[in-house]
T-cell receptor, first 112, second 113 residues
C-alpha cells in the first residue's frame, strides 16, 4: 500500500457528462501529480500541484481541471467527456522535491 | 513526441533467467531515471532509480545500467521469478525526484515457471 488513496476505483459515465476524481496524498506529502494511462498513449503526466498551487502542467485538455485543497487532497475534474477519455487516472504524491513519487491504485473511468 | 523510448514491448523469460529492458531518452536535461513496476489493477510502484553521476546501481536482483553518452539506460532482473511478471516502465525527469515523470511505453514481462 503506497499510502495514496484514490476514489472512486471505478466510474462509468456517459459522453458529455462531468466527473470528479479524488486523491488523498500520503501523510505529509505536499505535491500531488495526476497521470492518465491509456492503451494508445501510455502513462502521461497531466498536472502537478504543490501545497495548493499549480506547479507544472503537461498534456492536460482544456476540458480537464484540477485543484489541491488546504488539507492537501486533490480533485481532478473531467467535463464534456468523450469516449476517448476512457482511461486509468492515477494520482501520485511526494514530499519535498527530492523525494520519489508514490502512486495510488487509480480510478478506472469508462465513458459510454 | 515520445521523449523516452522503451523496448521491447513484451518479453518472455524462463524462471532463473535474466530479463533485460532498455530505454533511450532524448532530453539531455533529464537527470533522474526511475523504473516502475505495475501489476494488473495496481498503480505503478517505484522499483529502483538512478542519477547520471553513476553508471550502475544494484538493489537485490535488480540492476540499472546507465550510459550517459549514449543516452540509454536499462533494467536487468537477475534470476527472474514468476512473481516478477508485471509491466515495467522506465521514466525520466528533470530537476528533482519529485518532478513530473516522462514515461516509456512499458514492457510486459512474463516469467515462465
Amino acid at each position: 500500500d503506497s499510502g495514496v488513496t484514490q476514489t472512486p476505483k471505478h466510474l462509468i459515465t456517459a459522453t458529455g457528462q462531468r466527473v470528479t476524481l479524488r486523491c488523498s496524498p500520503r501523510s505529509g506529502d505536499l505535491s500531488v501529480y495526476w497521470y492518465q494511462q491509456s492503451l494508445d498513449q501510455g502513462l502521461q503526466f497531466l498536472i502537478q500541484y504543490y501545497n495548493g498551487e499549480e506547479r507544472a502542467k503537461g498534456n492536460i485538455l482544456e476540458r480537464f481541471s484540477a485543484q489541491q485543497f488546504p488539507d492537501l487532497h486533490s480533485e481532478l475534474n473531467l467535463s464534456s467527456l468523450e469516449l476517448g477519455d476512457s482511461a486509468l487516472y492515477f494520482c501520485a504524491s511526494s514530499g519535498d522535491p527530492n523525494t520519489e513519487a508514490f502512486f495510488g491504485q487509480g480510478t478506472r473511468l469508462t465513458v459510454v | 513526441q515520445q521523449q523516452v523510448k522503451q523496448s521491447p514491448q513484451s518479453l518472455i523469460v524462463q524462471k532463473g533467467g535474466i530479463s533485460i529492458i532498455n530505454c533511450a531518452y532524448e532530453n539531455t536535461a533529464f537527470d533522474y531515471f526511475p523504473w516502475y513496476q505495475q501489476f494488473p489493477g495496481k498503480g505503478p510502484a517505484l522499483l529502483i532509480a538512478i542519477r547520471p553521476d553513476v553508471s550502475e546501481k544494484k538493489e537485490g536482483r535488480f540492476t540499472i545500467s546507465f550510459n550517459k553518452s549514449a543516452k540509454q539506460f536499462s533494467l536487468h532482473i537477475m534470476d527472474s521469478q514468476p512473481g516478477d511478471s508485471a509491466t515495467y516502465f522506465c521514466a525520466a525527469s528533470t530537476g528533482n525526484a519529485g518532478n513530473m515523470l516522462t514515461f516509456g511505453g512499458g514492457t510486459r514481462l512474463m516469467v515462465k515457471p
